[in-house]
């Protein structure tokens, strides 16, 4: 599977923004997907994570702030961020697994290839 994502830009603390992620194939309703970010000078953190079911997983510090879903009709997975923080600034990157709620990226075979979003206080 090829992952796309698209949606980062430059949005002030306490803004929203919305991030996509387009798969190839016909088979992307039977993938797990995520979002993780990569902050520069770290390590590469999971964000979120939904199942081929629709179940949802999120990190601590993005809990009640961003919102996962997916349409498979639509072979998308969706991130939206609300009340952003300067310490969301990231590259934020869509990934696909055949296995579900999945927390390590190197459980991850696929991946897109990253958009930044910053977060300007």
């Known amino acids: 599977v090829q992952l796309q994502a698209s949606g980062g830009g430059l949005v002030q603390a306490g803004g929203s923004l919305g991030l996509s992620c387009a798969a190839s194939g016909r088979t992307f309703r039977s993938y797990g997907m995520g979002w993780f970010r990569q902050a520069p000078g770290k390590e590469r953190e999971f964000v979120t994570t939904?199942?081929?079911?629709?179940?949802?997983y999120y990190a601590d510090s993005v809990k009640g702030r961003f919102t996962i879903s997916r349409v498979n009709a639509k072979n998308t997975v969706y991130l939206q961020m609300n009340s952003l923080k300067p310490e969301d600034t990231a590259v934020y990157y869509c990934?696909?697994?055949?296995?579900?709620?999945?927390?390590?990226?190197?459980?991850?075979?696929?991946w897109g290839q990253g958009t930044q979003v910053t977060v300007s206080s």
């Open positions: 939904i199942s081929s079911g629709g179940s949802t």
């Open positions: 990934a696909a697994s055949l296995g579900n709620m999945l927390i390590m990226a190197s459980e991850y075979a696929y």
